[in-house]
Nanobody
Framework: QVHLVESGGGLVQAGGSLRLSCAASGRTFSGYSMGWFRQAPGKAREFAAHISWNGARTYYADSMKGRFTISRDNAKNTVYLQMNSLKPEDTAVYYC?????????????????????WGQGTQVTVSS
C-alpha cells in the first residue's frame, strides 16, 4: 500500500508559477513510477505528466510540454510538478498517482487505469 498526499496548490495569476509536491509513504517509493493527472470542472480527468522510477524517463501531455516539469527525489519520497507560464485553462484539481509497473508506451502511462494508488488532489486556480 502507498499513501500519497499532494500539496502546493493555490491561486495564481496567469503567467505565474506553482510547484506541486506529492509525498509518498508506505512501500518503497523508488519502486514506483509516478504520474500527475488533472481534472477541470465539468471535464474528465486527464494525463499531465509521468516519470519513471529513477527519473530517467519523463513524458508530458502536449499542452504541458515546455511549461511543466516533473521530477522526483527518492530520498525524500516525493514527486514534484513544476508549473510555469500558467494559463486559466490549467485550473483544475491535480492528482498524483503511483504504479508499480514500468511503462514505455503512451497508451499505458496516460491511462489512469494503469495506476494503482492516488492522492486526494490539490486545487490549482489560475486567474486571468
Amino acid at each position: 500500500q502507498v499513501h500519497l498526499v499532494e500539496s502546493g496548490g493555490g491561486l495564481v495569476q496567469a503567467g505565474g508559477s506553482l510547484r506541486l509536491s506529492c509525498a509518498a509513504s508506505g512501500r518503497t517509493f523508488s519502486g514506483y513510477s509516478m504520474g500527475w493527472f488533472r481534472q477541470a470542472p465539468g471535464k474528465a480527468r486527464e494525463f499531465a505528466a509521468h516519470i519513471s522510477w529513477n527519473g530517467a524517463r519523463t513524458y508530458y501531455a502536449d499542452s504541458m510540454k515546455g511549461r511543466f516539469t516533473i521530477s522526483r527525489d527518492n530520498a525524500k519520497n516525493t514527486v514534484y510538478l513544476q508549473m510555469n507560464s500558467l494559463k486559466p485553462e490549467d485550473t483544475a484539481v491535480y492528482y498524483c498517482a503511483a504504479t508499480g509497473r514500468a511503462y514505455y508506451s503512451s497508451s499505458d502511462y496516460v491511462d489512469q487505469n494503469k495506476y494503482d494508488y492516488w492522492g486526494q488532489g490539490t486545487q490549482v486556480t489560475v486567474s486571468s
